[in-house]
């Protein structure tokens, strides 16, 4: 019997709740939060920017609009297809690249990295955590920032709810979870319901609290690992919704 591929490589996954994930309003809310990201990383145009699991490229494209030089990753040939026609649409120079995180690494080639929207955490070893910083460390110039923005296990806890729904698009969108192993990981099951059909798909998530986050970024190499509750740059709090952790890597750039 054939091993069943991880859930993050299963492309029917992708493709089936792309409508949900990037949905009209997350799209209207693109350059606002790219803006965000270019104050909170203190980039100027024309440096090189990675965008790590750049999906179909919201944020690579706003990027490029702006002057930067982009490389959005990501391992869904779908998405990357969908971003690279944007591009040439648009007459922007973004380059798409299919790869692994685990081991896509351009060593001192970027000033910055971003990986968004709870893209990190997808690996049942915590190793390949490790290691996904590890080559953003490689691929950062001296001086480069990497900012990862996810769910922090500490707001997840404060409003946790086993399962909601809720509609976006016209499809509407069931979600069970379920912590795992002493709150290190949340088991999930999505149902999507569109046109009268629906899907289902189980995943898995490794979680991080701000404190074990920050950690992980100090063990590959980052010094002053700081912690935000929002791409605004707002205090990590009893408040904050989102946990974004910035790090940088020592030397002058």
Known sequence: MREQ??????DRFWQAFRPA??????????????GQLIRLLGLKPGQRILDLCCGPGRFSLEFARR????T?????????????????????????VRADMRRFARPGTFEAAINVFTSFGYFKSPADDLRVCR???????????????????????????????????????LQERTPVDGWSALEQR?????????REFRMWLRLYSASELRGLLRRAGFARVEAFGGLDGSAYDSEARRLTVVGRKPGRA
């Open 21 to 34: 994930m990037f949905h009209s309003q997350r799209l209207a809310a693109t350059p606002e939060q790219a």
């Open 67 to 70: 002057g930067f030089g982009v």
């Open 190 to 198: 999505w149902i999507l319901v569109r046109n009268g059909r629906a």
């Open 5 to 10: 591929k991880p859930w993050f490589e299963d």
């Open 72 to 96: 959005g990753v990501d391992l869904n040939r779908a998405y990357l297809v969908e971003g690279r026609r944007a591009a040439r649409r648009e007459k922007l120079a973004v380059e798409f």
């Open 135 to 173: 080559n953003v460390y490689r691929s950062l110039r001296p001086g480069g920032r990497f900012l990862v923005e996810l769910l922090g296990k500490e707001g997840l806890a404060r409003r946790y709810q086993c399962r909601d729904w809720f509609e976006l698009d016209g499809a509407f969108m």
